[in-house]
């Protein structure tokens, strides 16, 4: 079965600290993975997301994620974490031949950020 | 441009009830994607649309669950005798298409008393 896994549900770091959220994955076919951020009131907004490629992507808001499909993993990575970074992450994958491009979501982790 | 519109932004019904939310999605977008968050959960997808057709629809959690997309535009998901565990938020995404990256509405709270 198709399944995303984010083990960790709450994360705190230091703000200036770095961040690494945790994805693990299952799935049939070449995958197309994406990281989403959701903060309070507002929609998911897209951080990056790997097609094909170079294994490490950037997004925006200084995030990047490596693609290792020996682990079948996508981990989401900041060098230095800022207090607007407090969110709730989301860690998807989908395909498109034969999902029509309909998106898995792991369960998300919280992000809070120490002063 | 604007983004992916939903209203209402909240709405409280009883048990047993009728209700319809919309989705506008972006102009010129032609996938049309509905998700349901629950509480602490990620979303779950629920159904979705190419052009005014349901091309999968696999998610629909029962018959009580119907959505139309009658004009390859606005969508409306609409939910049969509202039970109490429908409580959630209910996500509208568009994209250029299936292969194009997926923008979400702020989403629509309904809260089934």
């Known amino acids: 079965a198709q399944s995303v896994t984010q083990p960790d549900i709450h994360i705190t770091v230091s703000e200036g600290a770095s961040l690494e959220l945790r994805c693990n994955y299952s799935?049939?076919?070449?995958?197309?993975l994406f990281w989403y951020v959701q903060s309070p009131g507002q929609g998911l907004q897209l951080l990056l997301k790997y097609f094909s490629g170079d294994t490490l992507v950037q997004g925006i808001k200084g995030f990047e994620a490596e693609f290792k499909r020996s682990q079948s993993s996508f981990n989401l990575r900041k060098p230095s974490v800022h207090w607007s970074d407090a969110a709730e992450y989301f860690c998807?994958?989908?395909?498109?031949?034969?999902?029509?491009?309909?998106?898995?979501f792991g369960q998300g982790t919280e992000l809070s950020v120490k002063p | 441009g604007a983004g992916v519109s939903q209203t209402p932004s909240n709405k409280v019904t009883e048990k047993g009830k009728y209700v319809e939310l919309r989705c506008d999605p972006i102009?010129?977008?032609?996938?049309l994607y509905w998700y349901r968050q629950s509480l602490g959960q990620g979303p779950e997808f629920l159904i979705y649309?190419?052009?005014?057709?349901?091309?999968?629809d696999s998610g629909l959690p029962n018959d009580r669950f119907f959505a139309v997309r009658p004009e390859g535009s606005v969508s409306t998901l609409k939910i049969q005798r509202t039970e109490r565990g429908d409580s959630a938020v209910y996500l509208c995404a568009s994209s250029r298409d299936r292969t194009d990256t997926q923008y979400f509405g702020p989403g629509t709270r309904l809260t089934v008393l």
């Open positions: 102009s010129g977008h032609t996938a």
């Open positions: 998807a994958v989908g395909g498109v031949y034969n999902q029509g491009g309909k998106l898995i």
């Open positions: 799935y049939g076919a070449t995958p197309y």
């Open positions: 649309f190419q052009g005014t057709g349901a091309a999968d």
